[in-house]
């Protein structure tokens, strides 16, 4: 296949319309068979169950082109899971997991020319998501929904690619105890958008959340989960109301049985901060996005690491796994499946 003209170097995390998507409707306590689709555009209710009351789920994954020039995506059965659980918890019917991984599959392959190449620094971001699609008006889960998957090629998702970023303690909560933080639900995301923006304004790339309960001990970013550094420790938070990321799960495998490392994942308090020797965010959007200045109140903690590069501990996980998801290194038997 012939690829797309595009400057994929320069790409940035950005929508650009392709030319098939996945679509598959619940209707009458089933999903139909599902298929791929050209138009990029949905009609539906303007009393969507959606558009109401919020009722949307999504999940993230990339494909990637290998060294020997093969398409490939990483874990998908693990996004299948996750969605599965973002559904049963927002009232929404599941979409079989093997049929997710299969749709990805399809959904990628069709798409095959707006895969970037190998080395180009780009990745394909594909995008599946659900919504409660016919009309409610009382507050009650919607009977109709559909399943889609696009993809679009993507760069970075911080400007400056590699560059160390500042990131504050929210003045914001992002999830309650016993809330929706640990699914991928769009509202989570809804009400991140004012804090957002208020933290670019003051010139931060990025909020790291506090614990909502005691804005004591750290959480997680609106879209990254976040990792730590000490002496030879890879350190990360455990907590009920974060997304377990796919990425930080597969760090931390990458940690230990790839760098010798040992993992800790555990409650980070807020005062603890000052001790670790590097930090990063990351997910599928953030890959390893490395943190050199968290500022609390006003208060900066600069991590040893510094705002030049990321520190060496945070290079080697994301060469490790950067390695495994291009096929440079061998990955972890399941880890890597094959579209083309
Ligand atoms: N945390 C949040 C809030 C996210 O939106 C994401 C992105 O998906 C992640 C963490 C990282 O998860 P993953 O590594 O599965 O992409
Ligand atoms: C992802 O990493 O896939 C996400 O969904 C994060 C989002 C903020 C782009």
Redesign the pocket.
């Known amino acids: 296949m012939e690829k797309q003209n595009i400057d994929w170097a320069n790409l940035g995390f950005g929508y650009i319309t392709t030319d098939k998507r996945y679509v598959s409707n619940f209707k009458d306590g089933a999903w139909d068979e599902g298929a791929l689709i050209s138009d990029a555009n949905i009609t539906m209710s303007e009393c969507a169950g959606v558009l109401q009351y919020a009722q949307t789920i999504?999940e993230?994954?990339k494909a990637y082109t290998t060294e020997d020039g093969h398409i490939v995506c990483f874990r998908p059965d693990l996004n299948a899971a996750r969605l599965a659980d973002s559904a049963r918890r927002m009232e929404m019917p599941v979409f079989p997991e093997d049929r997710f991984v299969e749709s990805i599959k399809q959904v990628v392959r069709a798409n095959d020319s707006w895969v970037p190449p190998y080395g180009s620094g780009a990745t394909l971001y594909i995008r599946p998501y659900m919504f409660g699609s016919n009309a409610v008006i009382g507050v009650k889960p919607a009977t109709e929904y559909q399943y889609r998957a696009f993809v679009t090629p993507v760069g970075p998702?911080f400007k400056g690619g590699a560059k160390p970023l500042t990131i504050k303690i929210a003045d914001f909560d992002r999830a309650a105890p016993r809330g929706t933080g640990h699914i991928?639900a769009g509202l989570n995301?809804a009400m991140s958008l004012h804090a957002i923006v208020q933290a670019h304004a003051e010139g931060y790339d990025e909020n790291l959340y506090p614990d909502a309960a005691t804005r004591t001990k750290i959480e997680e970013t609106?879209?990254?989960n976040i990792i730590f550094i000490k002496y030879n420790k890879f350190i990360t938070v455990k907590s009920d109301s974060i997304l377990p990321s796919i990425t930080r799960r597969s760090l931390e495998y990458v940690a230990e049985h790839y760098l010798g490392m040992e993992v800790e994942e555990r409650e980070i308090p807020i005062e603890e901060l000052t001790e670790f020797e590097e930090a990063g965010l990351c997910?599928?959007?953030?890959v390893i996005s490395p943190v050199g200045k968290i500022v609390n109140s006003g208060k900066e903690i600069c991590f040893p690491s510094g705002m030049e590069k990321m520190g060496p501990k945070i290079q080697k996980l994301y060469d490790t796994l950067t390695g495994i998801q291009m096929g440079r290194i061998e990955a972890p038997e399941g880890w890597i499946y094959t579209i083309e």
């Open positions: 999504f993230g994954l998702y991928k995301y609106g879209g990254a997910g599928t959007a953030a």
